[in-house]
């Protein structure tokens, strides 16, 4: 919806704002936890401290409710309603009628949803198994996790002046470039190299991937089956990025040993699958069509 309201000129800006979420997403517990911690004794915190961000969760699911409800169709949805030309199974068009579409953004997804996952989850439980600093490591995820709130919105812009492809491209290779030097200054145990390894792979090459996807996948297909088309790509490509890799995760610590080769070696696996689809994707920013892509109004 923020796609389809926004300036066609800067949809890539605005819609990029939705994606600031997760960071934000991320960041919100954390301090609130920490709150807790700070104001609540051991023992309180086990009794009964450690529910109130799963009861305060609750008024999120209130407010989006309450803005979901208030807010109207977009007006190009709108518009193909009022001609009734809405599709009645959009998921089965979807699927039938723009596979290659599917495919190729379900692959793109994948570096993106293993990647936030990696530097956020995972590499907490990798330190451990290697006896590294866990303040080291949360300090500075959490650093790079507030920048990336500053980078998102950045990107979202560059992909409107030089295109949604080479911006996620570039955060793709970004990622599979640097993920062994990450994992070696990882290593060290030091504060400032791993701060400017988390800069690097996740405020930087993450949000790269991350900020184009909101106007890069609801471009690629016509209105009337655009939420089926976005869902379908999103959901996949997020079950096989980040929940795969949060169940093979540990076996792949335990087979190696700790070692943090078999993890870079699926980030590298994930991040070619997922340069292929990108290469295979059309470019849908308007100042870069050039006229010859654009489903954007396709009824």
Not at 118 to 145: E, H, P, R, Y
Not at 229 to 236: D, F
Request: glycine share 8%; hydrophobic share 55%.
């Amino acid at each position: 919806m923020t796609a389809e309201y926004s300036t066609a000129s800067r949809r890539g800006f605005f819609a990029s704002w939705v994606q600031i979420g997760a960071p934000v997403g991320f960041l919100l517990p954390l301090a609130l936890f920490a709150i807790l911690n700070a104001t609540l004794s051991a023992d309180e915190m086990m009794a009964w401290g450690w529910r109130v961000p799963f009861l305060l969760s609750a008024l999120l699911v209130i407010v989006g409710l309450f803005i979901r409800l208030r807010i109207d169709e977009s007006p190009v949805f709108a518009a193909i309603r009022e001609t009734k030309a809405a599709e009645s199974r959009p998921l089965k068009e979807v699927i039938s009628g723009h596979p290659r579409l599917v495919i190729n953004g379900v692959a793109a997804k994948l570096i993106e949803a293993c990647a936030f996952a990696l530097f956020t989850v995972i590499i907490l439980a990798w330190g451990k198994a290697n006896q590294l600093d866990a303040g080291i490591l949360m300090n500075s995820m959490i650093v790079a996790v507030i920048l990336e709130v500053f980078t998102i919105p950045l990107m979202g812009a560059l992909s409107d002046r030089i295109g949604r492809k080479p911006v996620y491209l570039m955060g793709a290779l970004l990622i599979i470039i640097s993920i062994v030097p990450f994992f070696l200054a990882l290593s060290h145990n030091s504060y400032w190299l791993t701060q400017l390894a988390m800069i690097v792979a996740l405020t930087l090459g993450h949000s790269m991937c991350y900020a184009p996807q909101a106007s890069w996948f609801p471009e690629l297909f016509p209105t009337h089956i655009r939420c089926s088309g976005i869902a379908v790509i999103w959901q996949i490509g997020s079950l096989i990025g980040s929940g795969v890799l949060g169940l093979v995760a540990v076996k792949i610590l335990q087979v190696t040993g700790g070692h943090w080769y078999g993890l870079a070696l699926y980030v590298a696996v994930l991040g070619i699958i997922s340069l292929i689809g990108l290469l295979r994707l059309p470019e849908t920013a308007p100042a870069r069509r050039k006229g010859e892509y654009h489903p954007w109004h396709q009824h």
